[in-house]
């Protein structure tokens, strides 16, 4: 199994920036895809970036040219910097990989327990 755990969030005034992080540890082959979803007050789960094991990124519209994802390979890490925050980006973000089982080599989705980003003046 595969544990995932976010840091960094908090509250930043609109325009700041804050840098996510997400380490996976537990028993697994290899993290494969990587990325972060965001969830607001009242909404659905949404996707903001993913990146894989290569480096592909993609994102969310609402995250171009603002967010930016990265990953530490040998570390099992994925970053989200994210700048020029907007209010609307309130959410609780949560950390996804798809890891590879070192017993029956298949490919589990998990889900991080989620760090809120709060952005108000």
């Known amino acids: 199994q595969v544990q995932l755990v976010e840091s960094g969030g908090g509250l930043v005034q609109p325009g700041g920036s804050l840098r996510l992080s997400c380490g996976a540890s537990?028993?697994?082959?290899?993290?494969?895809?990587m990325g972060w979803y965001r969830q607001a007050p009242g909404k659905q789960r949404e996707l903001v970036a993913t990146?894989?094991?290569?480096?592909?990124?993609t994102y969310a519209d609402s995250a171009k040219g603002r967010f930016a994802i990265s990953r530490d390979n040998t570390k099992n890490t994925v970053f989200l910097q994210m700048n020029s925050l907007k209010p609307e980006d309130t959410a609780v973000y949560y950390c996804n990989a798809v890891a590879t089982t070192t017993r029956d080599y298949v490919r589990v989705n998990y889900w991080g327990k989620g760090t809120l980003v709060t952005v108000s003046s």
């Open positions: 990146i894989t094991s290569h480096g592909s990124t």
């Open positions: 537990g028993r697994f082959f290899r993290i494969n895809d």
